[in-house]
């Protein structure tokens, strides 16, 4: 559902590449057991990209509408899921040396130069719906005019959920993404149309360090 290209390969080859990278990772118990991985994760992350890689074969051998078509949406399928599971089980990940991260495509914070503190601001956002069933993220530093980040901050954490209410707090908004650069852009279904969708963002520091949540926005899915 959520899409950027901070780190995840644009080419598809290249893509289906990492997945099957990714795939013998999280199907190898000695490297789920030695990188401390949650078990359900790992599961549900291989099943995405396993669904992906068939279709991109199917889509081989046939490239009809119908298989592309198929072979698109278990792609975004498969991206939302690695995305998922590099902010839970990776990023943040001591038992991974940055050297293990970056084969599974995540390129560590940068530590040089002097260290960043706690982000002391955070973004201010706004949505464009402007495109049918796609949500457009764009976010700023709350204490700047301009449409940037603080220094020292690498990036920011989205999190996102298609909610019948609105949350009390940003725990009831369970999804997570991360974005080094705005805008940050959601696709849904046809089937969310017309639902809300509830987001709210913070900044985090080179050396991984979070701010505070901003204000929790909402937008109608189009």
Known sequence: MAHHEDWLPSREQDFADLCKKWKAG?????????????????????????????ALDAYGEDDSSKNRLTKNEDKEAAKSSMRDFANTNIRYNK?????????????????????????????????????MRQVTIRF????????????????????????????????????????????????????????????CLRWESTTNLKGPFGEIYSAVIP
């Open 95 to 131: 038992k991974m040396s940055d050297a293990d991260k970056l084969d599974y495509g995540i390129h560590p914070a940068d530590r040089s130069g002097t260290a960043a503190g706690d982000p002391e601001t955070y973004p201010e956002a706004e949505a464009d719906t402007s495109v």
């Open 140 to 199: 700023w530093d709350s204490a700047s005019k301009k449409r940037g980040k603080p220094h020292g901050v690498h990036g920011a954490e989205i999190r996102w959920a298609v909610l019948d209410r609105p949350p009390v707090s940003e725990k009831e908004i369970v999804n997570s993404d991360f974005d080094t650069a705005s805008p940050f852009t959601l696709r849904f279904d046809e089937s969310d149309r017309g639902r809300r969708l509830y987001f």
């Open 26 to 54: 999280l199907e190898a118990p000695a490297v789920v057991s030695a990188f401390g991985w949650n078990q359900a994760d790992c599961t549900a992350a291989a099943a995405k990209i396993d669904a992906f890689l068939t």
